[in-house]
């Protein structure tokens, strides 16, 4: 059944409750950066500086682990500090 603007929630996960297989695929996903058969954190920095091609699949990986937007409720003063370092490891011709 296709979309209907205005139709009543029929079925899934009640508003606000987290998506449990994404959380669950996550936690695995970091315990196997940490087993040490896959080469740890140690490993993982390997895979991802080998190749550019897993350089762009990690910076993708990481942009949908990051929040998509974030709720902030203050008062008085804020400072936000946003940095971002890239460092280019290949050789200079």
Known sequence: MAFEKGR???GGRKEGVKNKVTSDIKEMMFETLNDERVGGLGGFIEWVTSTKRNKELFYAWLMKMLPSNVDVE???DVKIRVERVITDKRPKE
Request: glycine residues 16%; aromatic residues 0%.
């Open 74 to 76: 203050h008062s008085g």
């Open 8 to 10: 009543e929630k029929t």
